[in-house]
């Protein structure tokens, strides 16, 4: 407890030095608009909602899933800087939020046990000059419904518990029978070799990135076969986990990909794995999604 104090005290202590990067998630379709115009409150919105840019990427972009239910379908993340002392509402969702300046909620949301539920919101329009980028996330992170909703199941399959429409309900029933256990690299191989279902693919491969692996990445290989552009969006987030000679090289396949974010994210895994051996490498490909990517990881700190 002493170690993650001191940690979320070390970091407060460095963002007070400069303006730290803060995410609000919004509907890929607004994206150019807000580009242009900035992030306003919505018509019956008390404010902008954001979290800050953790080192946890989980825990900042936790809202992306149960954003989704609202029914768009890609939620992208737009990046802005706001001053240290700038006074937002803090708390979480279903209690009462203090208005205190920012640094302060920051270093409130380090030092908590569980930050899920966790909100900002800056009761202004965030304008266009403070935005400093847009990215596409991976649109499986986060909790839906509730924090910890996906540790815990229905009590049954009625239309109490799962609501008629809801997303997925079909696949939620059908996990209710088995109890939730930990699952192996090999069990996870298994399952992802037998899921016909893109979306359960992308679970999987999210609980593979989640745990560092010794295995040989090559036994994922067979997924690009899907020629599916979010699976190998996956794909190359998940072999960052990998410690092996191989992952070098599917990640480098996955470079020549057509797909912007694919590339980007081939590159952040290729930069948390290899580091600077790989750098030089990535900027003689003069590519615009690989930069982003060299760009991010050389400017990341505990706080972006």
């Keep these: 407890m002493e170690i993650k104090y001191n940690l979320a005290l070390q970091l407060f202590l460095n963002v007070k030095k400069r303006m730290p990067v803060?995410?609000?998630?919004?509907?890929?379709?607004?994206?150019?608009?807000i580009r242009k115009n900035g992030i306003k409150p919505g018509k019956d919105s008390r404010g902008v909602f954001f979290m800050p840019v953790l080192p946890a990427f989980y825990v900042s972009h936790q809202w992306l899933r149960e954003l989704k239910r609202n029914g768009a379908k890609t939620y992208v993340g737009i990046y802005f800087k706001l001053n240290i002392n700038?006074?937002?509402?803090?708390?979480?969702?279903?209690?009462?939020?203090?208005?205190?300046?920012?640094?302060?909620?920051i270093k409130e949301i380090m030092e908590m046990e569980d930050p899920l539920g966790y909100e900002l919101i800056i009761?202004?329009?965030?304008?266009?000059?403070?935005?400093?980028?847009?990215?596409?996330?991976?649109?499986?992170?986060?909790?839906?419904?509730?924090?910890?909703?996906?540790?815990?199941k229905p009590l049954c399959d009625c239309p109490v518990c799962i609501s008629p429409g809801t997303i997925k309900s079909k696949r939620l029933r059908n996990k209710?029978?088995?109890?939730?256990?930990?699952?192996?690299f090999d069990q996870l191989l298994v399952a992802l070799q037998n899921e016909q279902d893109d979306d359960a693919i992308e679970d999987l491969l999210w609980t593979v990135r989640n745990s560092r692996r010794k295995a040989d990445p090559n036994e994922l290989v067979f997924l690009l076969q899907r020629r599916s552009v979010s699976v190998n969006q996956y794909l190359a987030l998940a072999l960052r986990a990998f410690k092996h000679k191989n992952s070098k090289q599917i990640l480098f396949g996955l470079l020549s990909e057509s797909d912007d974010d694919t590339r980007e994210f081939a590159a952040d895994s290729l930069l948390e794995l290899y580091g600077r051996q790989i750098?030089?490498?990535?900027?003689?490909?003069?590519?615009?999604?690989?930069?982003?990517?060299?760009?991010?990881w050389k400017s990341a700190k505990p706080f972006i």
Excluded: C
Excluded at 24 to 31: G, P, R, S
Excluded at 89 to 96: L, S, T, V
Excluded at 176 to 184: G, L, V
């Design 22 to 33: 803060l995410v609000h998630l919004a509907d890929e379709k607004e994206a150019e608009r």
């Design 86 to 105: 700038e006074l937002v509402y803090a708390g979480k969702y279903n209690q009462a939020h203090r208005h205190i300046p920012l640094g302060e909620a």
């Design 123 to 152: 009761d202004r329009k965030v304008e266009a000059k403070e935005i400093t980028r847009i990215k596409t996330l991976p649109q499986n992170v986060g909790w839906r419904y509730f924090p910890a909703s996906h540790s815990k």
């Design 176 to 184: 209710i029978a088995s109890p939730d256990i930990e699952m192996t």
């Design 279 to 296: 750098e030089k490498q990535l900027i003689e490909m003069n590519d615009n999604s690989v930069n982003k990517a060299i760009n991010d």
